[in-house]
Each structure stands twice: as C-alpha cells, then as structure tokens.
C-alpha cells in the first residue's frame, strides 16, 4: 500500500496570495514529482526531484517553486497565485530500483478566485 | 518526442463484462515501457500494470492485462468481469524518452461501468 500525502485537498483562494501545497512520502522513494492536471485532461509534469536538494523543471512550464530539504517532503510553492493557477495539483514518487511505478497522492484542487 | 494518444474520451461496458480501452504509442526509443494509471472521481492516480517493450507475454495483474503489440505500437488495456468500482479515468503512459524515471500521459479514457 502506498503512502503519499498531500495536504490540502482543497484550496480556494484569492488572486495574489502566496501558496503552499504539501507532499509527504512515507517510502522513503528517492523520487518525487509535481503534475498539473485541468479536470478531463492529461498530466503534465512540472517539477521532479532525484532526492535531497535536487530539483528539475519538467516539460510543462510552470510559475510553481519547489524544494527537497528531506527525503519525504517535496512541497511545491506559488509566490502569487493567479485564476490561470486554477488546476488539480497531483504529487507522485517513485522507488529508485522500480522508478516508472509511480504512486501518487490524493491530489490538491487548487481553484484561484 | 515521445507521444500517446488515446482514442476513446469515453467508454461504457455493462457490469461482469470486459473493455478494452486503447493506447496507441510512438517514440524513438529503443526499449520503453508501458504503463497504465486508473484515476477515480476521489482525484488520487492508481498504478495498474507495466509492460517493457522486451517482455516476452503479456502483463497480467488480476483483471487487468495488457495487450500488447509492438509493431502496431500499441497497448490497450483490457479489464475482464467489469465492476462498478471500475468506473474512472484510466490512463496510458510512457516514458519520457531519455529520462530515467519521468513519464508523459495520454488524455485518458473515462470508463463506466453499468449495472
């Protein structure tokens, strides 16, 4: 069983706020991932990590900062949240020796007013 | 650049029934594999099964298997004895090519299941 957390699931806020959405791996997996998701549509990967202090941009460009102080925490940041931010926000890991068998958390709906 | 296309944006199957849902592939890599993910209404991504590109039969994983055929780069998704809790988003996906461990989705298939 997988255990990947995001917090929040919901998220409803105003335009210019500063964001911080959670992700937490209990795996120990040295890889961790940000998708963008619009609601029907495919993922697209905007941050990774290879483990501790290593951060990636993916192939979707993305406003969103990211940072991996630890292994299990992988928190993804908007400095001034904007209505074009409005999208499901989805946290994946993977382990090193099986690295395309991602798990991914629940998901954050992050809806920008 | 590696690139996915799934075909049907939607597909019903009556309960206890199978479905196949397609995946159709292109990349230039020389080996790759092959990945479905299953997503509910809840939001969360379920990994269902993998395949590589040099495996000999086809991946099985309860109801779940793969039919996968290589020339016509292909990998559809069949689920035998459909149940209602089946019904979801289900998604294709490949790796993205000279990455170790990212991946590129297909637009997905929502499947429902009736009772």
């Known amino acids: 069983e997988a255990d990947i957390y995001q917090t929040p699931r919901y998220l409803v806020i105003g335009t210019g706020k500063k964001i911080t959405l959670e992700c937490s791996q209990t795996?120990?997996?040295?890889?961790m991932y940000w998708y963008q998701q619009d609601p029907g549509m495919e993922l697209h990967l905007i941050h990774y990590?290879?483990?501790?202090?290593?951060?990636e941009k993916g192939d979707l460009s993305s406003e969103s900062t990211v940072s991996r102080i630890r292994t299990e925490h992988f928190p993804l940041t908007l400095e001034s949240a904007r209505p074009s931010h409005t999208s499901q926000y989805l946290c994946?890991?993977?382990?090193?020796?099986?690295?395309?068998?991602?798990?991914f958390g629940p998901g954050t709906r992050l809806t920008v007013t | 650049a590696q690139k996915i296309t799934q075909t049907q944006p939607g597909m019903f199957v009556q309960e206890k029934e199978a479905v196949t849902l397609d995946c159709t592939y292109d990349t230039s890599d020389p080996s790759y594999g092959l990945f479905w993910y299953k997503q509910p209404s809840s939001g969360e991504m379920i990994f269902l099964i993998y395949?590589?590109?040099?495996?000999?039969q086809n991946a099985t994983e309860g109801r779940y298997s793969l039919n996968f055929q290589k020339a016509r780069k292909s990998a559809n998704l069949v689920i035998s004895a459909s149940q209602l809790g089946d019904s979801a988003m289900y998604f294709c996906?490949?790796?993205?090519?000279?990455?170790?461990?990212?991946?590129?989705f297909g637009s997905g298939t929502q499947l429902t299941v009736l009772p």
């Open positions: 395949q590589g590109s040099y495996d000999q």
């Open positions: 795996m120990g997996h040295d890889k």
């Open positions: 996906a490949i790796p993205i090519s000279g990455s170790a461990r990212q991946l590129t």
């Open positions: 994946a890991s993977s382990a090193y020796d099986r690295p395309y068998e991602q798990y």
């Open positions: 990590s290879y483990g501790v202090n290593s951060t």
